[in-house]
């Protein structure tokens, strides 16, 4: 169903009236349109008058091509160049508006065809779209004891952010942002990692526990997605002491069982 759009015929009978309209409608038109013809107007909502901005507005010729393309103004304003004297339509669009075309119009040379446009809105249907969540998960102390010390900056500390900031994809890759962080041994059953000058291999614990397995094994074999975070102690002086005192460093690893 197409909606027709009409010249406006009390404008196009009264000439004196016509002429102060466009010159209040469409200061600052370009020069070149006054020296041929043109079709101008407004484009409305149908059911209100209220004019429509950014709607596309093209001139189609008879043949169905389309000779031009412009978009109202914020208040609902166009000016369209025609290329010679002819009939031709408007096909006027708007998102969330029903497509309109207008009836055919002559427009005579060096002329110009004054036209209001009627939108009737057209409501959108979207599909149905699911959300799916889950509730926040609470902090245990430990937890809680971990995002304070990060605020203070007391250790070189890696949350969840950090991870997908560097990219990480296991736990040494966190290990080797840090300054003076070596490997060494040559040989996998011998490898260990310091964080200072001591050499030696610092002591780690997961969920404030020390772990058993043998340092490479258990961080070579920690996957970060079930890590919350990671905190580095470069000697026993920046250690909480609840967590020891190793004069090699001390790593934490807080997994995401740490949640409850």
Excluded: K
């Amino acid at each position: 169903m197409h909606h027709t759009a009409s010249p406006i015929p009390f404008l196009t009978e009264h000439p004196r009236i016509l002429a102060t309209v466009l010159a209040s409608w469409f200061v600052g038109v370009p020069a070149a349109l006054s020296a041929q013809q043109s079709v101008q107007g407004v484009v409305v909502r149908a059911d209100t008058d209220d004019p429509v901005e950014s709607a596309s507005v093209y001139l189609v010729a008879e043949s169905g091509s389309i000779l031009g393309v412009t978009a109202t103004d914020s208040a609902g304003l166009f000016v369209l160049a025609v290329p010679s004297p002819g009939s031709y339509t408007l096909h006027v669009h708007r998102t969330g508006y029903v497509a309109t075309r207008s009836e055919t119009m002559h427009v005579p040379a060096d002329s110009s065809v004054v036209v209001r446009v009627n939108l009737p809105p057209n409501a959108i249907m979207l599909e149905a779209i699911t959300v799916f969540g889950e509730a926040p998960r609470r902090l245990t102390p430990e937890i809680q004891d971990f995002l304070a010390r990060r605020r203070m900056r007391v250790a070189y500390s890696f949350s969840r952010e950090d991870f997908r900031r560097l990219r990480a994809e296991h736990p040494l890759d966190l290990l080797r942002e840090i300054p003076g962080f070596v490997t060494l041994g040559n040989r996998a059953a011998y490898r260990w990692y310091a964080l200072n000058s001591r050499r030696c291999p610092p002591a780690i614990l997961v969920d404030g526990q020390r772990s058993r397995l043998p340092q490479a094994e258990l961080i070579e074999n920690l996957s970060l997605w079930n890590v919350y975070g990671v905190e580095v102690f470069r000697d026993w002086s920046s250690t909480p002491s609840i967590y020891g005192s190793s004069p090699c460093g001390t790593i934490l690893i807080w997994t995401r069982a740490a949640e409850w």
